[in-house]
Nanobody, 123 residues
Framework: VQLVESGGGLVQAGGSLRLSCKASGATYSYPCIGWFRQVQGNQRTGVAAIDAGNRVSYYNDSVEDRFTISQDITMHTVDLQMDSLKPEDTGMYFC??????????????????WGQGTQVTVS
């Protein structure tokens, strides 16, 4: 499975960005797609995840009501719409693929494949 993120950039507080994670390969084996944020020197933390099979979404409390995760099955993409951005949303954003339980448990170790990341900076 290969994952490629896109859509990061610099935005002012209160603005919006839309990140996209393009998946290829044996994606059917890894139905959970998650988005994680990493601030330099810190561990990656979960932002949102989606169970592609059952279309169930999960959100970190800090982004609920501001971020929306969605999937496009035909395009094999999982997008993260980020609205009302705050400076504390700044970081490198990674998407990752894992088995179904990865979505329920939310542990980094449950995810098998990772993208290279895309930088989001909120000023």
């Amino acid at each position: 499975v290969q994952l490629v993120e896109s859509g990061g950039g610099l935005v002012q507080a209160g603005g919006s960005l839309r990140l996209s994670c393009k998946a290829s390969g044996a994606t059917y084996s890894y139905p959970c797609i998650g988005w994680f944020r990493q601030v330099q020197g810190n561990q990656r933390t979960g932002v949102a995840a989606i169970d592609a099979g059952n279309r169930v979404s999960y959100y970190n409390d800090s982004v609920e009501d501001r971020f929306t995760i969605s999937q496009d099955i035909t395009m094999h993409t999982v997008d993260l719409q980020m609205d009302s951005l705050k400076p504390e949303d700044t970081g490198m954003y990674f998407c990752a693929a894992g088995f179904l339980y990865a979505c329920r448990r939310g542990r980094l170790s449950d995810y098998t494949y990772w993208g290279q990341g895309t930088q989001v900076t909120v000023s």
